[in-house]
C-alpha cells in the first residue's frame, strides 16, 4: 500500500467522545453477506418511502425519525465535542439526511458510511467539508451491477465528493465471486488517488463457510490490502477482550434506529435514548463484558488495549 495514501483516523484532540449511530435498516441495496438478512429489503424501503409520504406512521423496519434540530441539540447538550460514525442501512434513503449531517457538523464531526449508490447531489450543494471527517464507501460490487450501477459510476462520484472538499475512504469485500477482480480494480482506482481497503467476507459461500475457507491463493490476492494490524487480526480471528478494561459507555457509545443507546454493538447494556434525551455514560472505566469483540473501531481508537486481547 502506498504510504501517502494511507488512512488514519481522527486526532484524538479532535474530539471528546464516539457515537456509532446506526441510523436505520432500510436500504437500497440487497447484499447477500449484509449482517441484516431480509430478503425483500430493497422492495419494503422502496415502499416505506412512498407510502410515509401518504400515512407517516407505517414504518415496516421500526426506525424512528429524528429531526435535524432535535439530533443536533441532543448531542450539543452533552457540552462536548462527538465524533458521530453514522451508519446503517443506507443513511441517504433517511428522511432529510442531508439536513441532518448539515446540522451535526456545525459543532460534531462525521463520518458516513454509504454505497453511494444515490445522488450525492444536494449533499454536496448544502453540506460544507469542514466537520466531515470521512466518507466510509462500501463498494459492494456484485450487488451495485445487478442494479445496473458501474465501478465508473461508483469512481466519478468519489472523485466528485473529493473535488468538493471531502476525504473518501472505499472499502472493497473479499466476496468469493469477486475475489479476482479487485486488482484490476484497485489499480483503476489507485490511478485516480484512491486506496481501496480489502474487507474479509464473513459468512457461507457455497457450503463454505468463510473467511476460514479463504485459500492461500484468494489471501495473497487481498491480505495486504487490508488496512491496519487490528483489521488483519480481525477479518481472520475472533477477538476477545473479556475483562479488559474498556472505555466503552464512557468515551464510546452505540445509537440503534429506535433511538436506544448502549454501550457498544455488541453489549447491549441501556445507557438511554436519544429520543427520550437521556445519555447516562460510565464515569468511569469497566472491564469488558462481552465474550467477543468485532469492534475494530473501538480498538482502534483505544478503547481496550488490542495487546491484551485473548
Same mark, same amino acid.
Not at 107 to 116: A, E, Q, S
Not at 187 to 192: A, L, N, T
Not at 230 to 236: K, P
Given at each position: %500500500?502506498?504510504?501517502?495514501?494511507?488512512?488514519?483516523?481522527?486526532?484524538?484532540?479532535?474530539?471528546?467522545?464516539?457515537? %456509532?449511530?446506526?441510523?436505520?435498516?432500510?436500504?437500497?441495496?440487497?447484499?447477500?453477506?449484509?449482517?441484516?438478512?431480509?430478503?425483500?429489503?430493497?422492495?419494503?424501503?422502496?415502499?416505506?418511502?412512498?407510502?410515509?409520504?401518504?400515512?407517516?406512521?407505517?414504518?415496516?423496519?421500526?426506525?424512528?425519525? &429524528?429531526?435535524?434540530?432535535? #439530533?443536533?441539540?441532543?448531542?450539543?447538550?452533552?457540552?462536548?465535542?462527538?465524533?458521530?460514525?453514522?451508519?446503517?442501512?443506507?443513511?441517504?434513503?433517511?428522511?432529510?439526511?442531508?439536513?441532518?449531517?448539515?446540522?451535526?457538523?456545525?459543532?460534531?464531526?462525521?463520518? &458516513?458510511?454509504?454505497?453511494?449508490?444515490?445522488?450525492?447531489?444536494?449533499?454536496?450543494?448544502?453540506?460544507?467539508?469542514?466537520? #466531515?471527517?470521512?466518507?466510509?464507501?462500501? %463498494?459492494?460490487?456484485?450487488?451495485?451491477?445487478?442494479?445496473?450501477?458501474?465501478?465508473?459510476?461508483?469512481? =466519478?462520484?468519489?472523485?466528485?465528493?473529493?473535488?468538493?472538499?471531502?476525504?473518501?475512504?472505499?472499502?472493497?469485500?473479499?466476496?468469493?465471486?469477486?475475489?479476482?477482480?479487485?486488482?484490476? &480494480?484497485?489499480?483503476?482506482? @489507485?490511478?485516480? !488517488?484512491?486506496?481501496?481497503?480489502?474487507?474479509?467476507?464473513?459468512?457461507?459461500?457455497?457450503?463454505?463457510?468463510?473467511?476460514?475457507?479463504?485459500?492461500?491463493?484468494?489471501?495473497?490476492?487481498?491480505?495486504?490490502? &487490508?488496512?491496519? =494490524?487490528?483489521?488483519?487480526?480481525?477479518?481472520?480471528?475472533?477477538?476477545?477482550?473479556?475483562?479488559?478494561?474498556?472505555?466503552?459507555?464512557?468515551?464510546?457509545?452505540? #445509537?440503534?434506529?429506535? !433511538?436506544?443507546?448502549?454501550?457498544?454493538?455488541?453489549?447491549?447494556?441501556?445507557?438511554?435514548? %436519544?429520543?427520550?434525551? @437521556?445519555?447516562?455514560?460510565?464515569?468511569?472505566?469497566?472491564?469488558?463484558?462481552?465474550?467477543?469483540?468485532?469492534?475494530?473501531?473501538?480498538?482502534?481508537? !483505544?478503547?481496550?488495549?488490542?495487546?491484551?486481547?485473548?
Amino acid at each position: %500500500m502506498d504510504q501517502d495514501l494511507k488512512l488514519s483516523s481522527p486526532e484524538k484532540k479532535d474530539y471528546d467522545k464516539i457515537a %456509532m449511530w446506526l441510523l436505520n435498516l432500510e436500504c437500497n441495496f440487497k447484499c447477500p453477506y449484509c449482517f441484516f438478512d431480509d430478503s425483500q429489503r430493497s422492495l419494503k424501503t422502496r415502499v416505506a418511502d412512498w407510502l410515509r409520504g401518504k400515512v407517516p406512521a407505517i414504518n415496516p423496519y421500526k426506525t424512528r425519525f &429524528i429531526t435535524p434540530e432535535k #439530533i443536533g441539540q441532543f448531542f450539543d447538550d452533552t457540552e462536548k465535542k462527538w465524533w458521530v460514525v453514522i451508519s446503517g442501512g443506507e443513511p441517504f434513503v433517511y428522511p432529510r439526511f442531508v439536513e441532518i449531517v448539515k446540522r451535526l457538523s456545525q459543532k460534531h464531526m462525521v463520518t &458516513i458510511g454509504t454505497n453511494l449508490g444515490l445522488s450525492i447531489d444536494k449533499f454536496i450543494e448544502e453540506v460544507s467539508p469542514e466537520n #466531515i471527517w470521512s466518507f466510509y464507501v462500501s %463498494m459492494h460490487l456484485a450487488e451495485r451491477e445487478r442494479q445496473g450501477l458501474t465501478v465508473d459510476d461508483l469512481l =466519478e462520484k468519489v472523485k466528485r465528493l473529493r473535488d468538493a472538499g471531502f476525504r473518501v475512504e472505499i472499502n472493497y469485500v473479499m466476496y468469493p465471486p469477486d475475489i479476482k477482480r479487485f486488482p484490476a &480494480i484497485f489499480e483503476q482506482f @489507485k490511478k485516480e !488517488g484512491f486506496i481501496l481497503e480489502a474487507r474479509a467476507f464473513r459468512g457461507t459461500y457455497e457450503g463454505k463457510i468463510y473467511p476460514k475457507a479463504y485459500d492461500e491463493e484468494e489471501r495473497k490476492i487481498f491480505q495486504d490490502y &487490508i488496512p491496519s =494490524e487490528v483489521d488483519r487480526v480481525a477479518s481472520f480471528e475472533s477477538l476477545s477482550f473479556m475483562d479488559v478494561p474498556c472505555t466503552a459507555g464512557k468515551n464510546l457509545i452505540r #445509537i440503534r434506529p429506535d !433511538g436506544s443507546i448502549t454501550r457498544c454493538p455488541h453489549d447491549r447494556e441501556n445507557l438511554g435514548n %436519544m429520543f427520550e434525551k @437521556k445519555l447516562n455514560l460510565h464515569e468511569k472505566v469497566k472491564p469488558c463484558a462481552v465474550p467477543y469483540c468485532k469492534c475494530t473501531l473501538a480498538i482502534k481508537e !483505544g478503547c481496550v488495549d488490542f495487546g491484551k486481547r485473548k
